[in-house]
């Protein structure tokens, strides 16, 4: 089965601090995905990669970072963490093969900036 | 304009009972995909079904199957004889352009319609 982890279920930071969201899988996924998720307006996708040190933007990379030194892992980085970023963040995964090519999503990390 | 349009916000289904969620796409593209998934309370995302735009059948999955209809652009989810564990959110999502397409991975997600499972 594929797993998709991430560091935290839940997070509590501090405005203005440097917040690090990490998440790994253990298939061997060429791509990988982060999305944050709020209540009405359902998953919108902040950055994503295809392979490693690969990385585009997805429709709001603004106040976030990425980084993916390694093909398992895929760290998504808030440099200066703002109110407005309390979220439930999801990490997914995906195997450019085949027909579908659906995404294997983690647990959630629900990240409270106070 | 939305990509991704669900516009039941909730549903309250009886046990045992079909249960058909709603969801409309707009692309332009010829080739696209359509993905139905679900969130249990605990929060992970689960793979439920997939439409290819050129599939000529509707897709199904055990109790779930896909009501595709292209030309009036709705891929509804059914479920049947439902139970109380489907009790959940539901996204529907669509994938534009041709999945041979390197790089060309990205989901386009609905709102999500959550949906309670009455004994």
């Known amino acids: 089965d594929v797993k998709v982890t991430q560091s935290s279920r839940y997070l509590v930071k501090r405005t203005g601090e440097k917040v690090f969201l990490e998440c790994v899988q253990d298939?061997?996924?060429?791509?990988m995905f982060w999305y944050r998720q709020d209540p009405g307006l359902g998953l919108r996708l902040i950055y994503f990669s295809y392979d490693v040190k690969m990385k585009e933007k997805g429709d709001i990379p603004e106040g976030y970072s990425v980084s993916r030194e390694k093909k398992e892992r895929f760290s998504l980085i808030l440099e200066s963490a703002s109110t407005n970023q309390t979220s439930m963040y999801l990490c997914?995964?995906?195997?450019?093969?085949?027909?579908?090519?659906?995404?294997?999503f983690g647990p959630g990390t629900r990240l409270t900036v106070t | 304009a939305q990509k991704i349009t669900q516009t039941q916000p909730g549903m309250f289904v009886q046990e045992k009972e079909a249960v058909t969620l709603d969801c409309t796409y707009d692309?332009?593209?010829?080739?696209?995909?359509l993905f139905w998934y679900k969130q249990p309370s605990s929060g992970e995302m689960i793979f439920l079904i997939y439409?290819?735009?050129?599939?000529?059948q509707n897709a199904t999955e055990g109790r779930y199957s896909l009501n595709f209809q292209k030309a009036r652009k709705s891929a509804n989810l059914v479920i049947s004889a439902s139970q109380l564990g489907d009790s959940a959110m539901y996204f529907c999502a669509m994938r534009e352009g041709s999945s041979d397409l390197f790089g060309n991975e990205k989901l386009t997600f609905g709102t999500g319609t959550r949906l309670t499972i009455i004994p």
């Open positions: 692309t332009s593209d010829q080739s696209y995909g």
């Open positions: 298939m061997d996924h060429e791509n």
């Open positions: 439409q290819g735009s050129y599939d000529e």
């Open positions: 997914a995964s995906s195997f450019p093969s085949g027909i579908q090519h659906e995404q294997y």
